[in-house]
């Protein structure tokens, strides 16, 4: 996945580690934080074939489930 990401400028701000979930479900026990320069490069990424293709791999192999979300900067981020 490092390549891939690279390939878009991705940076991974967090990766697995301490975390406690305040309200809502506890589905998932493991996060990872990537930041993007631009929401479309995200989304690119993801509809990318090379990520297609490790996608792929990790259902065929029954590697986890995975819920992605993109979410552009928003109001309060810093410019």
Known sequence: MPAIFAKYGAKVLARGGRYQT????E???????????????GVACFNSPEYKEAAAFRRRNNAG??????????EGAPK
């Not at 305040?22 to 479900?25: D, F, S, T, Y």
């Not at 589905?27 to 490069?41: A, S, W």
């Not at 489930?65 to 928003?74: R, T």
């Open 22 to 25: 305040l309200e809502g479900p």
């Open 27 to 41: 589905k998932f026990n493991r996060f990872v934080v990537i930041e993007f320069p631009t929401f479309e490069q």
């Open 65 to 74: 489930e995975n819920e992605l979300v993109m979410i552009g900067a928003g």
